[in-house]
């Protein structure tokens, strides 16, 4: 295992373009880190930092207390899984897995024991003698997994490894890779857009925003129910957050035709008196029926999506003036388009940010 410090890690390229920013984090041996966020956010370039593939501009990134800025890719004891699996093809999957130590000279009894048992873990025993143009997507993950994991390194980087996949491929390998980090106990660092797999794998999740900034470390329960700020409210959760604009008048939002009294979901309510705010909600913590500590929201229904164990529901609220919403709710209960439709929204399930700093306004209370 290896433990991995930043301390202030900066990429600028030549062409002056700042892709990392600042970036300050302490890993601890064994944890499985996700690194996540929109198209040029810097988490790739982040990893290859790691990897050794990018020079750091300034700062200092530790492995195992030791500066690391300047030590080879070789050195850092790492291996590395692709997006696009990088497999010989003209190799089977055994002389795949066994290339590296092929290259290092070890001797083949030794080769033949550890691809045998890699093999076994990955459930890729009945195709050592494949080629990769005969295996499934999920199976070439795998034995890019098992190349990796057959170094018996400190340190695994993978680069978006599942965006090949197709969705059911993708559900039976985050679940594979999570079983294999808790076996092995190696250092992961991996990187996606994909949100759904940094809160299903990670022990904690680096959010980054475009720019190389960022935005939030926590774990996955942090960052779903206390995230920091705007970007991080929006980008953690699926379908995404509501945000309702509006200025606090009396301690209260109306605009929309709502009627939104902030007492008690923000703790100093006249601090943020005639400012520009931003009501929001997650699209599943809506309730149907009437509940005290809710807030009641009138509605019209837009368009309804069936998913089986939910409903989305599409639906405006106001008027005159009118801001789109999404909600989930219990598909038998599914309202008719068109329809007007009544929902609440429970005080402990509301957030409050600030329109300006997009920062979250300081509250007490304790999410679920």
Do not use: W
């Not at 030590?71 to 795949?96: C, K, W």
């Not at 089986?308 to 219990?330: F, M, P, Q, R, S």
């Amino acid at each position: 295992m290896a433990q991995l410090i930043f301390k202030n890690v900066n990429k600028v390229y030549p062409n002056g373009y700042h892709a990392v920013h600042d970036f300050n984090m302490e890993i601890k041996d064994g944890e499985f880190i996700c690194l996540v966020g929109d198209s040029g956010c810097g988490k790739s370039t982040t990893l290859r930092m790691i990897a050794g593939l990018e020079d750091i501009t300034s700062g200092e990134f530790y492995i195992d207390g030791k500066l690391a800025n300047q030590t080879s890719s070789r050195d850092r004891g790492i291996a590395m899984v692709f997006q696009s699996y990088a497999l010989y093809p003209h190799l089977t999957v055994y002389e795949n897995l066994a290339f590296g130590l092929t290259l290092e000279g070890i001797d083949a009894d030794v080769i033949e024991e550890k691809v045998q048992a890699t093999a076994k873990i990955l459930g890729l025993t009945d195709y050592l003698e494949r080629f990769p143009r005969a295996l499934s997507g999920g199976q070439c993950q795998r034995v890019a997994v098992g190349r990796a994991l057959i170094r018996k390194v400190n340190i695994f980087l993978m680069d978006e490894p599942l965006s090949n996949l197709d969705a059911k491929q993708r559900v039976t390998m985050r679940s594979e890779i999570r079983q294999i980090h808790r076996s092995v106990g190696a250092t992961t660092i991996y990187v996606t857009h994909d949100q759904t797999e940094a809160m299903t794998m990670s022990d904690r999740i680096v959010v980054m925003k475009s720019g190389g900034y960022v935005q939030q470390i926590g774990t996955p329960h942090e960052l779903y129910f206390y995230p920091r700020n705007l970007f991080v409210a929006g980008f953690i959760g699926e379908p995404p957050m509501n945000f309702i604009r509006g200025t606090v008048t009396n301690g209260k939002i109306t605009k929309f035709g709502l009627d939104i009294d902030l007492t008690p979901v923000v703790k100093d309510v006249k601090s943020i008196e005639g400012r520009d705010v931003i009501f929001a909600f997650r699209p599943e913590a809506v309730k149907l029926d009437s509940a005290p500590a809710c807030y009641r929201v009138k509605s019209k229904v837009e368009l309804t999506e069936l998913l089986g164990d939910t409903t989305n529901v599409y639906a405006t609220v106001g008027e005159e003036e009118k801001t789109n919403v999404i909600l989930k709710v219990n598909p038998h209960r599914t309202p008719e388009m068109n329809s007007e439709f009544t929902f609440y929204v429970p005080h402990v399930s509301s957030y409050v940010f600030d329109a300006e700093t997009e920062e979250i306004v300081e509250n007490d209370i304790e999410r679920r």
